[in-house]
């Protein structure tokens, strides 16, 4: 069965350091990986997505992420954390012929001032 | 401006009543999908339809029913038959394969 962790609630990084926000996933087949970020009480924002492709990965915001596949993850990254950069992020990955996103249970960013 | 419109934004009911929520959408996507949003569970899928007059039923779609009777409106339907509906209700919908999912602001049901 396919699934997405995302194995740390809550992740806490000073302004101006940089975030990692983790991923694994679990597909068969070549996996379509999504990134959103969510603030309170909001719909989802895509940030960036992995298609195919290079393994590095550019999105909104200054956000990236990189697709390992030996390591199956799909790691958010920042170079520079803002504190407007705090919210609510999740991981997805798509289910082939319905297009349907299967998420992870977030992970809540703080960035300190 | 293209988009997704949920309402309304926040909606209460009393134990035993159907309510429904509205999703509309002006993107021309074929495909809607709505999903529930608890903390710490992410999102899961309740239904979705991926052209009109079609609909199948994700991971959790007892006690909810959908219709799809135009392209541009996918409304969910919390019957009295589920058990506990208080939730964060999310609506998305996507051009094709390959392309992210677009969602709207969300319905916040609270049952009183």
């Known amino acids: 069965a396919q699934s997405v962790a995302q194995p740390e609630d809550q992740v806490n990084v000073a302004e101006g350091n940089p975030l990692t926000v983790k991923c694994t996933y679990s597909?068969?087949?070549?996996?379509?990986l999504f990134w959103y970020v969510q603030y309170p009480n909001r719909g989802l924002q895509f940030l960036l997505k992995?298609?195919?492709?290079?393994?590095l990965v550019k999105g909104s915001y200054g956000f990236e992420a990189e697709f390992n596949k030996s390591q199956t993850s799909f790691h958010l990254k920042k170079p520079s954390a803002l504190v407007s950069d705090s919210a609510l992020y999740f991981c997805a990955v798509r289910v082939r012929l319905t297009d349907k996103l299967i998420f992870g249970t977030g992970t809540r960013l703080q960035v300190f001032p | 401006d293209g988009g997704i419109t949920q309402s309304p934004k926040y909606l209460f009911r009393k134990e035993g009543q159907n309510v429904t929520l509205s999703c509309e959408q002006n993107l021309n996507h074929d495909a809607m999908y709505w999903y529930r949003q608890d903390p710490g569970q992410g999102l899961r899928l309740i239904y979705y339809?991926?052209?009109?007059?079609?609909?199948q039923k994700g991971d959790i779609a007892e006690g909810y029913s959908v219709s799809r009777e135009k392209k541009e409106s996918f409304p969910l339907t919390v019957t009295s038959a589920q058990k506990n509906p208080t939730a964060f209700y999310l609506c998305a919908s996507i051009q094709g394969a390959g392309y992210e999912q677009f969602f709207g602001p969300g319905t916040r049901l609270t049952v009183l």
């Open positions: 992995y298609i195919t492709g290079d393994n």
């Open positions: 339809s991926q052209i009109v007059n079609d609909f």
């Open positions: 597909v068969s087949g070549n996996p379509y």
